[in-house]
């Protein structure tokens, strides 16, 4: 989903190529500033010259670095040249509007409708130059962001649930006790993937059954109940590191990806992410009867809306909610 000149004029001057450049710029400052070297900081009001600073000011973890980085080639080639403060919000949503009628024309999307594609990643560019303003905002260098009020494009959903004989193919299909082991406890913790991960046998407390999960996304210890096949699992996994999850050389496991996919296909499940596993997760709880309040505390939501998700799995218990009040039963 590169700057398509042919469809879109205002993209037609700058070629994915200088985009490229661009951001080859800004990871040669990172490097400069990891290493305690100075950046190339030129003093420009230009908006690419000022997000290179930023980037270079932003405290946290290197995989969001590296996603800000990445999500920022396809609006660098569209205001690079342009002096931050003269951003309009007729600007986002030009560019918005043209990143839409780019992710359509995108091959894998022919033929399809505007509701059956997702375009997440136009929002989180979107979202990314809003973090961005709001920043030089409380720095005092810009009075206004020109991102606030631009409207979301449409997010397809990634709610998955699967069945319990589904829930024990996929555990059964993977092909060391180690992918078995992380699947069935990301299903039965609703943990993401880097949560279980880091997982030490010191947060593990099997003796009165909870698990301190620290260092989550949200920055917010919690804690998550042992259910009875977690600590059957806990139990049976040997204790070489301090990790719960460690690879061969008794080191702390990075990922499982290329693991997870042999599982899904031996199992014939199809377009499964390692984060659907806490979806199968929630949707389990919700579905037998788990309040959408207690369901967003195991996963640690820091908000309703993020739970609020799954209410469409708990038609029954609405229902009975409204005929309780008003006895609409029939008699």
Not at 54 to 75: D, G, I
Not at 93 to 106: A, G, I, K, Q, W
Not at 229 to 246: A, G, Q, T
Request: a positive charge; aromatic letters at 6%.
């Amino acid at each position: 989903m590169g700057c398509r000149g042919s469809q879109v004029q205002i993209l037609s001057s700058r070629p994915l190529k200088t985009a490229q450049q661009i951001v080859n710029s800004i990871e040669t400052d990172l490097a400069r500033q990891q290493h305690g070297l100075t950046a190339l900081n030129k003093n420009s009001d230009k908006f690419g010259d000022i997000f290179k600073d930023y980037l270079n000011e932003l405290v946290c973890a290197e995989k969001t670095l590296e996603l800000r980085v990445a999500l920022s080639k396809h609006f660098l080639c569209v205001f690079q040249d342009k002096p931050v403060k003269a951003i309009s919000i007729l600007d986002i949503e030009e560019y918005r509007r043209n990143r839409r009628l780019d992710v359509l024309s995108n091959p894998k999307n022919k033929n399809k409708k505007d509701s059956e594609i997702s375009f997440r990643t136009v929002n989180l560019e979107i979202s990314t130059m809003h973090n961005f303003f709001n920043h030089y905002i409380k720095k005092g260098i810009i009075d206004k962001n020109p991102c606030t009020g631009i409207k979301k494009l449409n997010e397809l959903s990634r709610l998955k649930t699967l069945s319990d004989e589904d829930i024990n193919k996929l555990i059964n299909g993977a092909t060391n006790k180690l992918t078995q082991d992380l699947i069935a406890f990301l299903i039965y913790t609703g943990c993401r993937k880097g949560e279980a991960l880091n997982l030490k046998w010191d947060d593990a407390d099997l003796q009165n059954g909870v698990i301190a999960i620290k260092g989550t996304k949200t920055k917010y210890d919690r804690h998550v109940p042992i259910s009875k096949p977690v600590k059957e699992l806990l139990n049976n996994i040997e204790r070489k590191s301090d990790y719960v999850f460690c690879d061969k050389n008794n080191k702390k496991l990075t990922d499982f990806k290329r693991s997870f996919h042999t599982a899904c296909r031996n199992a014939g499940l199809k377009d499964m992410h390692i984060h659907d596993l806490r979806h199968v997760f929630a949707s389990k709880m919700v579905m037998n009867g788990t309040s959408l309040y207690i369901t967003g505390e195991f996963l640690g939501h820091r908000t309703t809306q993020m739970t609020k998700r799954y209410s469409h799995l708990i038609p029954d218990t609405l229902n009975k909610a409204v005929d309780d009040v008003f006895g609409t039963k029939d008699k």
